[in-house]
């Protein structure tokens, strides 16, 4: 299993627009229903933005939906800091993702 954290910043112009680029991978995520995916995204009160994504071996990641490509194809131009990207270990976790 894969797990990603993505991190930056938005332009406080921009952040809406993120948020709602962000909405609609969530649409096609809950359309398309891919097994072996799991996907959050918090937005913190200066305009950053959380992106954790657990991937199985062998599923299609978040990153292969149309609407992530579409969120992602602007990205730099929407961003005060740009994404900052690592693999994450959980360390703790208290009924906040699945097991």
């Known amino acids: 299993m894969k797990q990603t954290l993505v991190r ?3 332009k406080p112009e921009a952040a809406d627009e993120n ?3 962000i909405a609609d991978v969530f649409r096609e995520l809950r359309e398309k ?7 959050a995204v ?3 009160d200066d ?6 994504a657990s991937v199985e071996d062998g599923a299609t990641s978040v990153t ?3 609407a992530f490509q579409t969120f992602q194809r602007d990205i730099d131009a929407r961003c005060a800091e ?18």
């Open 42 to 44: 918090v937005r913190l």
């Open 47 to 52: 305009g950053t933005f959380v992106h954790y």
């Open 33 to 39: 229903s891919p097994d072996g995916v799991r996907y």
């Open 19 to 21: 948020a709602r680029l």
């Open 82 to 99: 740009g994404p900052a990207v690592g693999s994450a270990t959980i360390v703790g976790n208290y009924r906040m993702l699945a097991e």
């Open 64 to 66: 292969a939906l149309d």
């Open 8 to 10: 930056y910043k938005a």
